[in-house]
């Protein structure tokens, strides 16, 4: 941790340049790696003025804690009926496996939020996992397993909603089927209810990276786009000018400092800076 914390401090960040934000999601290896096995996409955005974010393993891993938890919650009652060889029946006590699920869950989060805070990453939360198959079972039933699950909705979705990113972007290798052949069948339907969402689809393959890049970067124009009305939408309500905010932030070394969260309000992070300067100026 001391090692962590001392390169930490040395990193020199500026996020009064303002960048449309990207989230990563998909077949869980292509959105985590960085290299061929996704054309360099991460270097890729950054190189055309983009911030990435991505889902964490940790969300996965609690994706997977959900499922076991809910699973168990449906065959609570039907005990008598679930004989299988993977089943509950007399074999496995199906309340005390949802109990374990979620014990686990909250032991996996207080550790998480304890090395969290021990390296200077405060304000940041892991996903609620309850709410995000809520929110994504009216579009894609929650018994509808494989793969990512319901993920890609429910992130997609949230992330409307809330103004968490500029731009949506769901990569996987071809033939990924849960992704292909079922998620990106349901997200029209997200992005024809909700126009202000920018969303892309990209595979990997052997011999469309042209092709790859290409559709990225149409839809990373609007992002661009989408950063800028952030930007305007900001300054407009909190007064300030860009000049300022940057100018308030060379003497408070905190709003730069490369773990730090800024409240959420746009999904551009230089418009959420706008808005935490506003209301350190303001005294909130």
């Not at 007399?90 to 032991?107: F, G, L, S, Y």
Request: aromatic share 8%.
């Amino acid at each position: 941790v001391g090692s962590e914390m001392c390169i930490r401090d040395r990193l020199k960040v500026d996020r009064t340049d303002p960048r449309p934000r990207v989230l990563i999601q998909g077949e869980f290896w292509a959105k985590t790696t960085e290299g061929e096995g996704n054309y360099n996409l991460f270097r890729f955005l950054e190189s055309e003025g983009a911030e990435v974010v991505t889902e964490s393993v940790s969300d996965w891993l609690l994706h997977q804690v959900w499922r076991a938890k809910w699973s168990a919650e449906r065959r609570e009652s039907l005990v008598q009926h679930d004989e299988g060889g993977s089943g509950m029946g007399e074999q496995r006590n199906p309340t005390r496996a949802k109990w374990t699920m979620m014990a686990v869950d909250r032991i996996f989060r207080a550790v998480f939020y304890t090395y969290a805070r021990a390296l200077g990453l405060k304000g940041y939360r892991l996903t609620d996992h309850d709410a995000l198959a809520e929110l994504s079972n009216q579009y894609m039933d929650s018994h509808l397993g494989g793969g990512e699950d319901h993920m890609e909705i429910g992130h997609h979705l949230h992330t409307v909603k809330h103004r968490l990113a500029n731009m949506v972007l769901s990569v996987k290798p071809f033939t990924c089927l849960s992704s292909n052949g079922v998620s990106d069948g349901i997200q029209p339907v997200i992005t024809e209810l909700y126009p202000q969402s920018v969303f892309v689809s990209v595979e990997t393959n052997g011999d469309a990276p042209a092709n790859f890049y290409s559709r990225v970067q149409m839809q990373l124009f609007k992002a661009k786009k989408s950063a800028q009305r952030d930007m305007a939408e900001a300054l407009a309500q909190t007064g300030l000018t860009l000049g300022e905010v940057r100018a308030y932030a060379a003497t408070h070394p905190s709003l730069n400092h490369p773990l730090h969260v800024y409240p959420q309000h746009f999904g551009c992070v230089t418009a959420n800076m706008v808005m935490e300067v506003f209301a350190r100026r303001a005294g909130r």
